[in-house]
């Protein structure tokens, strides 16, 4: 796990403004690849990021998580669903990752979340023994599932094909 440093901290050591490293880390702003770096550099020798200010900051980033065996845009529930969620989160201002993951690996995953690249997640399966939801409630990151699991406390969003079934049989019966 790494620790926080305050932006504060960070420039002091470096001896850089707050707003230089700010800039360097969002992305937003003309600063060198050289100083870049050199940021990059003493968080990864501290073992460190740098919180933000309040905590409540957003990177306005949403992850779509994909299992990587899908072609899940050949299917039209899932195409319309995500259509759903493009028009969404454009709306408010977000933007989706698209993240491919193998079975339990979390280290994309970890990786975002390290880097406060994403605000939240959007799986596209559960799979038993699955740790991907049991990692984001322990780190308390809000996410949903497209899909079900049989666990109240996750919001899951699914179609009831079964109940579709009978409803459809009845009316041809």
């Known amino acids: 796990m790494k620790k926080e440093i305050s932006l504060a901290e960070a420039a002091q050591e470096l001896q850089l403004s707050k707003t230089t490293i700010s800039r360097a ?21 501290q073992n460190a990021v740098v919180k933000t200010r309040s905590g409540m900051e957003k990177s306005k980033n949403i992850a779509i998580l994909f299992p990587a065996h899908a072609i899940v845009a050949e299917t039209p529930f899932f195409q319309n669903c995500l259509d759903g969620v493009y028009a ?15 079975d339990d690996d979390v280290s994309k995953l970890k990786q975002l979340l ?18 991907l939801v049991q990692y984001l409630q322990m780190k308390k990151v809000p ?8 666990d109240d406390s996750v919001i899951q969003v699914d179609s009831d094909h079964k109940a579709a079934g009978i409803e459809l049989a009845s009316m041809l019966l």
């Open 143 to 150: 996410f949903v599932l497209i899909g079900s699991i049989d």
């Open 114 to 131: 390290d880097r406060k690249k994403v605000d939240g997640f959007i799986l596209t399966h559960y799979q038993l023994g699955n740790n």
């Open 88 to 102: 969404y989160c454009s709306q408010k201002g977000y933007d989706l990752f698209y993240v491919s993951e193998k």
């Open 25 to 45: 880390l969002s992305g937003k702003g003309r600063i060198g690849k050289e100083t870049q770096d050199r940021i990059a550099r003493f968080l990864e020798e």
